[in-house]
């Protein structure tokens, strides 16, 4: 039986004992030892979040099974392949179904088999519990986000536009003078004398007022900072 491995790490996950790209072949590397009938034809890496399809490994190895002929595919764990429900049943449904020439998944740490019923059954619900902890995940770090941004704290790595880190305490944030002048003009472009987002992008670099990087600012650019500061442009009627 050909079959390939399949490790990812997110990149929060790189440092993490047990998760390394390294440990997880080291794990596949051996349980293909103990099976003489498994022949471990690679290992694909992959570094990256797993709640969409959209991963080059991913693909590369679903590719590789529709014309290498490759038996099936070998995880350490299920949330290793996909943390997304509906991505999970689209695969097994495309590939691991039992009839005709479907494909094997093996996960080991669930001993999981999808040549069986049983693992076939298992798999949906480990799915669903994978699925809850990604949300349960990201419903507290939005939450985290926000507690910080009510008390002017750092809440990730890069300070919204317009704000940069206390020198003095990193932990908060302070008004970045030079980004709060080019938000103040875009304000007034935008809210006080009606001007159109091509407009404003137009504008700004003839009175030299760039973006962090130092360049021209983009329609949608301005347009996010608009709707992050309910910025709008005056009505028609409001003007009469």
Known sequence: MKL?????????EQGQEGHSLEEQAERINAYARC???????????????????NRPGLLGLLHKMDTE???GVIIVQLDRLTRNLANLIQMVEHYFKPEGDSKNLISIMENLDLKD???????YFLAIFAQWQRERISEHSKRTAAHLKSQNKRFNAHPPYGLMVNPKDPVYLIACKPEQ??????????????????????ILPEEELFNRAGNPFNESAVSKLCRRNG????SLEKEL
């Open 4 to 12: 390939i491995g399949y490790t990812r790490v997110s990149t929060e």
């Open 35 to 53: 099976h003489p009938d498994i022949e471990l034809v690679e290992i694909i890496t992959e570094v990256g979040s797993a709640k969409d399809m």
């Open 69 to 71: 002929g490759i038996d």
């Open 117 to 123: 019923a049983t693992g076939r059954m298992l798999v």
């Open 181 to 202: 002048k080019v938000l103040k003009r875009i304000q007034t472009l935008r809210q006080e004398m009606g001007c159109s987002l091509s407009d404003i992008v137009k």
């Open 231 to 234: 910025w709008k442009p005056v």
